[in-house]
């Protein structure tokens, strides 16, 4: 695990923001309002199931990578006010395993899963579907008394709009395969590709109420506010 100077962090991340990038993890997923403040979750994501007749029919995917082996990452370009809450929470971030923080951007690298792109103006609902892996790499937080959370193991399942990942308290496991983000993709911009790499990017993560309510009970504060922005996330993944 290697700790970031948040000095450095803050001021690498205030020019990603100044910029025009916000970002913190992970997917591709669509909200049905584009006047969703940015602060906060939605409560009415398009990308969920369709209960409507019909709706599930045979479609040919608009992109499918049926194995993400490949790689490649997620990158996320923390969000100026997520830096802010954790310096007053006197939390240092780092990185755990094979993550990488450069230039304000943390980058989780793609180990497995599969992911079908429907695409919005299909009938297929949820219009993203499968999971993206990241074992081996993650996020940690470190109190002023040597406290030290990880969030690791990231797995990103774009159905539910909703990102896991195992949690240890001082080396301890204390919740495996946990619910820590919301997905929300309202200001997801349409799929590109570079090169032979997919690229979804432009959704905003939130913390989830059960990460929320982990982390206050940890550091002893009930700051960490459910449904806090951390930021936009872009996915790339090698098609070939």
């Known amino acids: 695990m290697r700790h970031l100077d948040r000095s450095s962090l803050v001021r690498t991340t ?6 025009g990038a916000l970002a913190f993890t992970l997917v591709a997923c669509s909200s ?3 006047s969703e403040s940015n602060n906060t979750a939605p409560t009415h994501p398009v990308n969920e199931p369709d209960e409507r007749e019909g709706s599930s029919v045979a479609e040919t995917p608009a992109a499918s990578v049926p194995s993400l082996a490949g790689g490649v990452d997620t990158q996320v370009a923390v969000d100026a006010s997520f830096v802010d809450a954790l310096g007053t929470l ?6 755990v395993g094979t993550a990488t923080f450069t230039g304000g951007t943390f980058s989780f690298p793609i180990t497995g899963g599969n992911v079908d792109y429907y695409g919005p103006d299909s009938e297929v609902r949820p219009y993203v579907q499968g999971f993206i892996e990241h074992d081996g790499s993650g996020l940690s937080l470190t109190a002023a008394d040597g406290t030290v959370v990880e ?10 709009s909703k990102l896991y990942g195992d949690v240890t308290v001082d080396g301890t496991v204390a919740a495996e395969h946990a619910y820590l983000f919301n997905l929300w993709g309202g200001t997801l911009e349409p799929l590109r590709t570079e090169g032979s790499n997919a ?4 959704t905003t993560v939130h913390v989830s109420p059960a990460a929320a309510s982990l982390l206050n009970e940890t550091f002893g504060t009930e700051a960490v506010e459910d449904e806090m922005l951390v930021g936009v996330a872009t996915i790339t993944v090698a098609t070939q």
């Open 14 to 19: 205030l020019g990603v923001v100044a910029a």
């Open 32 to 34: 049905t309002s584009d």
């Open 90 to 95: 006197g939390l240092t971030p780092g990185v």
């Open 151 to 160: 969030l690791t193991d990231f797995d990103i399942d774009p159905g539910e």
């Open 199 to 202: 690229v979804l990017e432009g």
